[in-house]
């Protein structure tokens, strides 16, 4: 789909350029799509809803946005007006038939380029809750643009009902793109967060690739291409990405615990549970101490950004040094100082980074020294005023890297979500059911004495 009425076309920015990336590495490109579903303990009127999502179109713009190739460039536009002119509504008799249909959506490739930027359903679950379903290009939305689509068109939804005036509006995304084409200033400023970027992720040595299965791929590779110091393999397989979803929620009671240690000592819940994922990695990875994953970092700074759709997100190399001798209380304090930097320089391009790490350590274009994507996303315990939601994630069918996490917690319930998307071909379900408890005992183990050093924990667990 072209431009046709003289609309204003613009490149990609940074954070749509890591998509581009993603696509080259994965023949099916579904790798590339959020599905995401929030279902509510209450009777919605799918009419007005439906009038809803189209008043929401017209005030998030990134709903507005399209994708076209221009010979060899990916370029981009926004529609002036568009309206759907009907919404499936699907009803469910049980959850594992909401999982497989929804699933089976998720999988199906949006037709991009003809103009296919997302799919919304409205269903009805087998406990009567109304709902709501989008799958949407990664070019269009972020994981928190589709959180903040949820929050606006419920809000958009109570003030039709009640007969109220709109919330404020949303911030224009086209105002973001616009900042970031060919700004002189913003790339100088990235030249200089990418040296500083590169050095602290180096730690004067090579990274050794943690995987929740141990070592297992890296030692196959190792024996096959006759390498015995490998320490990278190759993972970034365009074929083989056929994905599979395995989530786990923590009980009331360990999750509790959780929330607790964390307002007690005032600390981040993504520090916390990534401390976890970091230390049952070394248990599993030959003790080592060199923690290294992609996060992904919201780069939502401000206010209007926090209140923007499209896709702002940029993931970073989150380089670890955990020691031993620190207790498992300072080493949380350690990974909050990291983030800090890491939000700093999060306006380096992902495809510079990854440049950067192929450079440093010389590595062929399937090679990375990165075993997963992990992100938390803070849903905020009043996003939907006095609403009982439930916030789910599905299978987007294929990925570029071994695993991707997404942790969050839920607000009607306190507990905390993982969600696991891991690549079939070099994981098992088994694998991460036994990650994950291995996680959980960890994180719990350091919050019942979190004075123990980091090397008491390991054998602990």
Same mark, same amino acid.
């Given at each position: 789909?072209?431009?046709?009425?003289?609309?204003?076309?613009?490149?990609?920015?940074?954070?749509?350029?890591?998509?581009?990336?993603?696509?080259?590495?994965?023949?099916?490109?579904?790798?590339?799509?959020?599905?995401?579903?929030?279902?509510?303990?209450?009777?919605?009127?799918?009419?007005?809803?439906?009038?809803?999502?189209?008043?929401?179109?017209?005030?998030?713009?990134?709903?507005?946005?399209?994708?076209?190739?221009?010979?060899?460039?990916?370029?981009?536009?926004?529609?002036?007006?568009?309206?759907?002119?009907?919404?499936?509504?699907?009803?469910?008799?049980?959850?594992?038939?909401?999982?497989?249909?929804?699933?089976?959506?998720?999988?199906?490739?949006?037709?991009?380029?003809?103009?296919?930027?997302?799919?919304?359903?409205?269903?009805? $679950?087998?406990?009567? %809750? !109304?709902?709501?379903?989008?799958?949407? #290009?990664?070019? =269009?939305? +972020? /994981?928190?643009?589709?959180?903040?689509?949820?929050?606006?068109?419920?809000?958009?939804?109570?003030?039709?009902?009640?007969?109220?005036?709109?919330?404020?509006?949303?911030?224009?995304?086209?105002?973001?793109?616009?900042?970031?084409?060919?700004?002189?200033?913003?790339?100088?400023?990235?030249?200089?967060?990418?040296?500083?970027?590169?050095?602290?992720?180096?730690?004067?040595?090579?990274?050794?690739?943690?995987?929740?299965?141990?070592?297992?791929?890296?030692?196959?590779?190792?024996?096959?291409?006759?390498?015995?110091?490998?320490?990278?393999?190759?993972?970034?397989?365009?074929?083989?990405?056929? $994905?599979?979803?395995? %989530? !786990?929620?923590?009980?009331?009671?360990? #999750?509790?615990? =959780?929330? +607790? /240690?964390?307002?007690?000592?005032?600390?981040?819940?993504?520090?916390?549970?990534?401390?976890?994922?970091?230390?049952?990695?070394?248990?599993?990875?030959?003790?080592?101490?060199?923690?290294?994953?992609?996060?992904?970092?919201?780069?939502?700074?401000?206010?209007?950004?926090?209140?923007?759709?499209?896709?702002?997100?940029?993931?970073?190399?989150?380089?670890?040094?955990?020691?031993?001798?620190?207790?498992?209380?300072?080493?949380?304090?350690?990974?909050?100082?990291?983030?800090?930097?890491?939000?700093?320089?999060?306006?380096?391009?992902?495809?510079?980074?990854?440049?950067?790490?192929?450079?440093?350590?010389?590595?062929?274009?399937?090679?990375?020294?990165?075993?997963?994507?992990?992100?938390?996303?803070?849903?905020?315990?009043?996003?939907?005023?006095?609403?009982?939601?439930?916030?789910?994630?599905?299978?987007?069918?294929?990925?570029?890297?071994?695993?991707?996490?997404?942790?969050?917690?839920?607000?009607?319930?306190?507990?905390?979500?993982?969600?696991?998307?891991?690549?079939?071909?070099?994981?098992?379900?088994?694998?991460?059911?036994?990650?994950?408890?291995?996680?959980?005992?960890?994180?719990?183990?350091?919050?019942?004495?979190?004075?123990?050093?980091?090397?008491?924990?390991?054998?602990?667990?």
């Amino acid at each position: 789909m072209k431009p046709q009425n003289g609309e204003q076309v613009y490149k990609l920015i940074h954070s749509q350029e890591m998509v581009q990336y993603m696509w080259k590495y994965s023949v099916h490109m579904q790798s590339t799509q959020i599905p995401v579903a929030m279902a509510f303990e209450e009777e919605l009127d799918f009419r007005l809803l439906a009038y809803a999502v189209n008043v929401e179109i017209q005030r998030n713009d990134c709903m507005r946005l399209r994708i076209f190739r221009d010979k060899l460039k990916i370029k981009q536009f926004f529609l002036e007006e568009y309206k759907l002119d009907k919404i499936l509504i699907k009803s469910f008799s049980s959850k594992e038939e909401q999982v497989a249909y929804f699933d089976s959506v998720a999988s199906t490739k949006l037709d991009v380029f003809g103009g296919e930027t997302f799919r919304i359903i409205f269903f009805r $679950t087998y406990e009567n %809750k !109304c709902g709501i379903f989008i799958c949407a #290009s990664h070019m =269009i939305m +972020d /994981f928190a643009a589709a959180f903040m689509f949820m929050k606006d068109l419920m809000a958009v939804y109570d003030s039709l009902k009640n007969r109220q005036p709109l919330p404020k509006p949303l911030t224009r995304y086209e105002d973001i793109i616009k900042k970031e084409q060919d700004n002189p200033e913003l790339e100088a400023r990235i030249a200089k967060d990418a040296k500083e970027l590169d050095e602290w992720v180096a730690k004067d040595r090579r990274p050794f690739y943690n995987a929740i299965n141990g070592t297992k791929v890296l030692d196959m590779q190792s024996k096959l291409l006759h390498k015995k110091d490998m320490n990278m393999p190759h993972i970034y397989l365009p074929v083989l990405d056929s $994905t599979h979803l395995v %989530k !786990c929620h923590l009980s009331d009671e360990d #999750s509790k615990i =959780i929330s +607790d /240690f964390i307002k007690e000592n005032h600390l981040s819940a993504e520090w916390v549970i990534q401390l976890g994922f970091r230390i049952y990695f070394s248990k599993l990875n030959r003790h080592t101490n060199d923690t290294l994953f992609w996060v992904l970092c919201p780069r939502r700074r401000t206010v209007k950004e926090k209140r923007c759709g499209g896709t702002l997100a940029s993931p970073m190399p989150w380089r670890e040094i955990i020691d031993d001798n620190m207790s498992f209380i300072d080493t949380i304090h350690q990974l909050g100082e990291s983030q800090l930097f890491l939000f700093r320089h999060s306006d380096v391009p992902f495809t510079e980074v990854r440049q950067m790490e192929r450079d440093r350590y010389k590595l062929s274009l399937m090679q990375t020294a990165n075993s997963m994507m992990f992100s938390y996303l803070p849903a905020g315990e009043n996003a939907f005023g006095d609403r009982k939601y439930e916030f789910t994630a599905y299978n987007f069918g294929h990925y570029v890297m071994p695993l991707y996490t997404l942790t969050m917690q839920e607000a009607s319930t306190g507990r905390y979500i993982f969600s696991y998307i891991h690549r079939l071909f070099l994981t098992k379900d088994e694998d991460v059911y036994s990650f994950h408890n291995g996680v959980v005992r960890t994180i719990l183990a350091g919050i019942k004495n979190p004075d123990k050093t980091i090397g008491e924990i390991m054998e602990e667990i």
